[in-house]
């Protein structure tokens, strides 16, 4: 699978079906040329009085368009005209039917502290697996900004505030659901991806407490540690050595050398859980992301940690999730923020 080129500017959809006509070598896609790539195109018209694109946000990165990267494009456009009408929801259905979409809420830092950033579909190299939103999620993004996204998906005010303050960059990826192989992020989901995914760590040792950790509220595991595990998450870790400041702490090289020793207890296997795979505290195992106000939001996946580069029909879109998210009022609205870590930081 090839990652798109990418273009600069805003393709309005009367190009997209013009471009996904197009012959190309590859038979797939088709490409948008432009006379200069390293300047941003014109804006399209407004369209039924859409609203005018959000300087927090950049251009869709130089793509080829057509075939599976043209419907994400086309969500890109629909989310960036801020509608989110009965109209508007009409047409994501349209986009959806013909092809259904995933994506993921991209978080890192600069290159020179992140080299993952911009390559990944995690920017943490040491990911094995990512966390993405499927079709579902798509609906309750019209009408917000990048901001409204983070918080539908459980970031937090608190955390979005910290790790912006930080110098933490922000991208949204939107593709082809085909192309990432996505497993509902249950309890039982999650236990066949570490079964195939950490057969080193898996049985018999995090095998041995899973069953437990499943069935007992975080609350009664974190009041058998001795420190606290939200804290010892935050700490994070080194990208360059993958150790951590905090003691408690528990990635992968840490449980593996504490195996090496004796059995992890089922706190460390919980703490690891959190610190590798991102089963926060507010993880239920129903597939669904909260918010630290308990409400639902949308379905939540587990897919392989890719590079861009081999996500089929990627569509990647800088954007800044400043303050002042406006909220869609279709249908209900959706979930809210919170001020605490939530449930889908990962």
């Known amino acids: 699978m090839v990652m798109d080129e990418v273009i600069d500017g805003v393709i309005d959809r009367e190009q997209l079906a013009t471009m996904a006509k197009l012959p190309n070598s590859r038979g797939w896609v088709s490409y948008l040329d432009t006379p200069d790539q390293t300047t941003q195109a014109s804006e399209p018209p407004s369209k039924g009085g859409g609203a005018a694109e959000d300087p927090t946000e950049s251009p869709p990165e130089r793509q080829k368009v ?88 459980g970031f937090g005010e608190t955390w979005l505030e910290q790790k912006l303050k930080e110098g933490k960059l922000f991208k949204l990826a939107i593709f082809p659901s085909s192309s990432a192989d996505a497993t509902l992020a249950t309890w039982d989901g999650v236990e066949k991806l570490l079964e195939a995914n950490y057969p080193e760590v898996w049985e018999p040792h995090v095998k041995a407490h899973y069953e437990t950790i499943r069935v007992q509220p975080f609350a009664a595991i974190q009041a058998l540690a001795e420190h606290d595990m939200l804290q010892a998450n935050l700490a994070g870790r080194d990208h360059a050595t993958g150790e951590s400041s905090h003691p408690g702490y528990m990635s992968l090289q840490r449980l593996v050398r504490r ?88």
Not at 112 to 134: A, H, I, N, T
Not at 272 to 290: F, N, P, Q, V
Not at 326 to 334: E, H, I, M, Q
């Open 66 to 153: 057509g075939g599976a990267s043209s419907a994400a494009h086309e969500y890109i456009a629909l989310w960036q005209s801020r509608r989110c009408d009965e109209k508007a929801h009409a047409e994501l259905q349209e986009i959806l039917a013909r092809c259904p979409l995933s994506g993921r809420m991209i978080h890192g830092f600069p290159p020179d502290r992140d080299p993952g950033f911009g390559k990944l579909l995690s920017s943490d190299e040491w990911k094995r697996l990512s966390w993405v939103f499927g079709a579902d999620a798509l609906s309750s993004f019209l009408g917000k900004d990048a901001r409204g996204i983070c918080l539908e998906l």
């Open 259 to 346: 195996i090496e020793k004796s059995a992890p207890t089922v706190v460390q296997v919980r703490q690891w859980l959190w610190d590798e795979i991102g089963l926060k505290s507010l993880y239920s195992g129903d597939g669904y992301a909260y918010d630290d106000n308990g409400n639902r939001g949308p379905r939540e996946y587990l897919a392989r940690n890719a590079p861009l580069a081999d996500i089929e029909g990627v569509v990647v879109l800088g954007v800044v999730p400043s303050a002042g998210a406006p909220r869609c009022t279709y249908g209900g609205g959706g979930g809210g923020g919170g001020d605490g870590e939530g449930s889908f930081q990962r």
